[in-house]
């Protein structure tokens, strides 16, 4: 009897392949779409946009950037006909406005320009301002008058200011920082002496000149910083917006300007790429909308290589003793079961966890014993890098674990028989032959734990990262190295920008932005990790992993 078709292509399993192979598809789609949606946003947010200029209907002038075009509701658009559209432009000029973004209906829009002349100033504060130079001033001087000279004088000018800033820079976080930092070892010097009942001794008496040295060098300091200051705020410049409204402020405040609708395509692209580079290098400004976000790309790395140093020995000797010397019985069953259901744990557990024994436990303990003289401010009986490192590294040890047993599985039992046949001990068997052979399992192990690590956000919340760490834990000061401080996170740089900003709309390009640098941090530290376990794999090719 002959089969019927439909049954016989059920039964040869090509529908089981076809729903196979059409998952794998949407799955690539689907993480496709996701990516290039998050690179078109974010490394959109670096080209120069040209300026439009809108006159109105009813005589108004608007200028900004040409964001996105929308169809108006019907229930929006009860006096405009169906279908109507609307512009949105990002105005700019936040302090004459009060507010960043305006929407324009098409239908009131009378004349469109590309004015070559108008220049776009980036900030320090406020936002972008789009307008015209009407003067520049140095105190009660006029340096220039009208739109053209203004652009001749405020080209060196700003080189000039920028120079002050950096200047200015210097002094606050190099000398003043260092002024700072020796008045604090000295009152943690005189707090540990009157904690150990020492009264007036010489040791105080040195400290105490030292102090007064100190402080003489940092009015010094302070007194040069004034001066630059005051040379700062001489320099003023008065801008007019596309309605004729005038804005004064200092030079000093200018990051740089541009005439975008006068600039070709050579000039927008070498001011893209000053644009990528200063975001990835630059601190925030803003409320973290502007600038850069190095101290979050910096925080992000150091906290996963700190993780990585702390999950990896725990999670390897622990899957070797499971492995390798373990009674193979319902106890050990039972450990890895109790594994296995740590891996799902959700990971505020784990951050509530971090709170209550690393931070509250552990730091508050070292206080006590190590750090009486700081007390009442805590050291480490607070939030910082090293306790996020290791709350993160205890919830990850359990995917190293399962991955290096499964690693230590995988290599052939011939190899550990023929070394112990030829006079190795299980350690040295151990160590010089099943561990090499299991290396690309451990780091498969490694790269999960680096990529769920790196994009945690609730465990880091509780246990170190802040919205704007005022230091890096790396500087020129012994240990330098501090663990003890709080840091920045990509991870939690996007929550905070997309959901805790004061102007949400304006701080969506640096969402996607961030988005966009923290995928391509997880995917170079998992290319680093990747590129190790194909050597390893090259290296011993016995292993099956």
Known sequence: MKKNPIKKFLDSGSLFIWLCGGALSVSLLMIGGLLVLIMINGMGYFWPKDLVQFTLNDGQVVLGEWVATEIIPESESIDKPKGHERVQLKVGNRDLYGLDFRWVDRADILNEQYPPDVVAFERREWGNFYGRIKKIQKGESLLASGHEEGLRVLYPLLEQTNDIQEKI????RNE????NHGLEQARLSLRSLELAGQGETEERKDIAAQVHELEALYEIQNRALMALYEELDQFLVTVVDAAGEEKTFQVGTLVKFWLPN?????????????????VISEEPREANTEGGIFPAIFGTVLMVVIMSIAVVPFGVLAAIYLKEYAKQGIVTRMIRIAVNNLAGVP???FGVFGLGFFVYAVGGTLDQLLFAESLPNPTFGTGGMLWASLTLALMTVPVVIVATEEGLSAVPREYREGSLGLG???????WHVVLPCAMPGILTGLILAVSRATGEVAPLMLTGVVKLAPSLPVDGFFPFLHLDRKFMHLGFHIYDVGFQSPNVEAAKPMVYVTTFILVSVVILLNMAAITMRTRMRRRYAGSSV
Not at 169 to 172: A, Q, S, V, Y
Not at 176 to 179: A, F, K, Q, V, W
């Open 169 to 172: 820079h210097e002094i606050e």
């Open 176 to 179: 003043i920082g260092e002024l």
């Open 262 to 278: 006068s600039m070709g395509v050579s000039g927008k692209l070498l001011m893209y790429v000053q644009n990528f580079w200063a």
């Open 347 to 349: 990971s505020i557990v």
């Open 424 to 430: 190795a001990t299980k350690l040295e068997a151990l």
